[in-house]
């Protein structure tokens, strides 16, 4: 994670064309044949950092209130994770808003961007499915072997990443601070919405008869 910070830092203080791979593992205090160790390019060396914030995005929905309808699981979660000081802090999200802007713009940092998304949709997607199994399915108790996420689930898994990395990437793109009607968590909200009349039933078990 150190030479993924090291990468951002730069990026956002010199933009990424003036930024080497040599520069990174300078900055990372590494040698460059280290630094080639562990990423390909430059731009990869950001995925650390994006796919944290996937994670923690994830996670919230995993150890969301047990007793939340899925949707609202969904909610609390993007409000948890999109919310300036809560787990990310609020200096933080300038850097946010320069990466995700920098991977609207960069090809290479694009595909890094889209990679790390769709892993997110993945993890989600049997998130879901431990929370759609019922209680105790979706915290760290030793349980049964889960079902793989239904196709239901994956597409409801597919729209609720989309709803959440539109809200990151629009806030991202213009100038509103993250707090407030315009910032991410509140752009999130009204995407995830549209969720709400999603036909959960279709996804929760049957039971054996």
Request: charge should be positive; hydrophobic fraction near 50%.
């Given at each position: 994670?150190?030479?993924?910070?090291?990468?951002?830092?730069?990026?956002?203080?010199?933009?990424?064309?003036?930024?080497?791979?040599?520069?990174?593992?300078?900055?990372?205090?590494?040698?460059?044949?280290?630094?080639?160790?562990?990423?390909?390019?430059k731009e990869e060396a950001v995925a650390p950092l994006y796919a944290a914030g996937a994670d923690r995005w994830s996670q919230a929905v995993r150890t969301a209130p047990p007793g939340l309808p899925l949707p609202q699981?969904?909610?609390h979660a993007a409000r948890h994770t999109l919310t300036p000081g809560t787990t990310v802090s609020t200096a933080s999200w300038d850097w946010v808003r320069t990466l995700v802007r920098l991977a609207?713009?960069?090809?290479?940092?694009?595909?890094?961007?889209?990679?790390?998304?769709?892993?997110?949709e993945t993890t989600l997607a049997e998130v879901l499915a431990a929370r759609a199994a019922g209680p105790g399915n979706h915290d760290n108790v030793a349980q049964p072997q889960p079902q793989p996420p239904s196709p239901s689930l994956h597409f409801a898994a597919?729209?609720?990443?989309a709803a959440v990395r539109v809200a990151v990437e629009t806030w991202a793109a213009g100038d509103a601070p993250p707090e407030g009607p315009e910032g991410p968590a509140a752009l999130a909200m009204h995407n995830l919405a549209t969720l709400r009349d999603f036909p959960w039933d279709d996804v929760q078990p049957q039971p054996k008869r």
């Open positions: 994670m150190e030479i993924a910070r090291a990468a951002a830092g730069l990026f956002v203080k010199r933009g990424l064309k003036s930024t080497r791979a040599e520069d990174i593992a300078q900055a990372a205090g590494i040698a460059p044949r280290t630094f080639y160790r562990y990423f390909a390019t699981a969904l909610e609207n713009s960069s090809p290479a940092l694009r595909k890094v961007w889209a990679e790390v998304c769709h892993e997110s597919a729209v609720a990443a």
